[in-house]
């Protein structure tokens, strides 16, 4: 096989346990999945009865363009039709940019840690790729532009950042924006955008119209709770998207994704409900760390970033062994913390009971 040299050493993305894994591993009846930032609370009602009561017709293909999506969305969002691009989650809009703007011949700028979907398509593309460490948690923003020069293709930003949850305030995002030469694409990945509370922020789609090299991403996985409907989009000025839309692949997104997603996006009642409750949660994490003396970075999205004092791998796995699924900081960049989803009230007390279980048997009277 003449496989492309670039793909030596990559490895698949490792999703993490599943609650049927970990019932046949551990012999456990109750497990707690607070690991890839699920919404704890389900979906929209709209969209559920969306999925249980429409027929469909499953030797069809869907609509290619999505329009009664493509409609509904717009208008929520006062855009054009032509300024969105849908995915298979996010992910995919991901690998389009990347297919489309980068080449051996390029570089591309990105926070680290970070999403590493960023890192794994540049590697595929055989672009440069230039990771900015993050500053007290945050964008390095002033050390990202310094790394822009003239084959700079893609500059990524994540706000709320995953895995540390840290938003770009609003004035900080403009002002770098503002900097970047217009021939480089700024991906403004916003996948939990609709957690965030904090006053510094923005709604970057607000950008797009005074800088069209802007494009800002967005899913249906997070908030919504349709992960496994697999839907996501973009926003950009009508130039980009039309240069983008051709490196989709057709047929994108299914046809369930795209009527539960329509039926999701009239219902802002149950993302208000949603964000209540994200905030309740965090507040419990919140406290547990400063009880504990943990850092515990202020997270704008639907988990947090917590603290454990030693190998993040191993207190991921005496999680397990209590019916726990989280993420180890190993995996994401930032060794010694996990990174938990906020769930209910009570699975988080549940988790926090087993987390203050794991500490105490790592440091005596923790």
């Known amino acids: 096989m003449r496989w492309n040299a670039r793909l030596e050493g990559m490895r ?3 999703p993490g346990k599943t609650i049927a894994e970990v019932q046949r591993e551990f012999g456990l009846d109750r497990i707690v999945k607070l690991a890839s930032n699920e919404n704890p609370f389900g979906c929209p009602p709209a969209a559920e009865r969306f999925l249980r009561e429409t027929p469909i017709e499953t030797e069809l293909y869907p609509d290619g363009y999505a329009t009664e999506l493509r409609t509904g969305l717009a208008e929520k969002l006062g855009v054009s039709p032509r300024q969105l691009l849908f995915g298979a989650g996010s992910d995919e809009i991901i690998v389009i940019i990347a297919r489309a703007l980068l ?3 390029d570089n591309t700028v990105a926070p680290w840690p ?3 979907q960023y890192r794994h398509n540049a590697r595929i ?3 440069e790729l230039r990771e900015i460490p993050l500053k007290d948690y945050r964008h390095d923003l002033d050390s990202m532009l310094r790394a822009i020069d ?11 950042n995953n895995p540390t949850g840290g938003i770009i305030p609003d004035a900080e995002l403009r002002e770098f924006i503002s900097k970047v030469p217009e021939d480089v694409l700024v ?3 916003n996948a939990y955008h609709e957690y965030v509370t904090s006053p510094d922020y923005r709604d970057p789609v607000g950008l797009i119209d005074d800088h069209p090299n802007v494009i800002v991403l967005r899913t249906f996985s997070k908030a919504y709770g349709l992960a496994a409907c697999r839907v996501g989009y973009a926003v950009g000025s009508e130039a980009v998207i039309s240069k983008l839309e051709p490196v989709r692949s057709p047929f994108n997104t299914s046809v369930s994704g795209q009527g539960a997603a329509l039926a999701a996006v009239g219902d802002q009642e149950f993302i208000e409900k949603c964000r209540a409750g994200n905030e309740k949660g965090k ?4 406290r547990f760390a400063g009880e504990h003396g943990l850092e515990c970075p202020r997270s704008e999205a639907n988990f947090v970033l917590m603290q454990v004092r030693g190998g993040a791998d191993e ?5 397990l062994k209590r019916g726990f699924i989280v993420r180890s900081g190993d995996k994401l960049g930032t060794p010694g913390f996990i990174r938990i989803t906020v769930g209910t009230e009570e699975d988080n007390e549940a988790l926090l009971g087993a987390l203050a279980e794991v500490l105490a048997s790592r440091v005596p009277g923790a």
């Open 150 to 160: 003239g084959n700079t293709s893609v500059v990524w930003l994540c706000t709320p």
């Open 103 to 105: 080449s051996p011949d």
């Open 125 to 127: 593309e055989g672009a």
């Open 315 to 319: 207190a991921a796995n005496e999680l």
């Open 114 to 116: 970070s999403f590493p």
């Open 12 to 14: 698949a993305y490792e």
């Open 187 to 189: 991906v403004v990945d």
């Open 283 to 286: 507040e419990q994490y919140a």
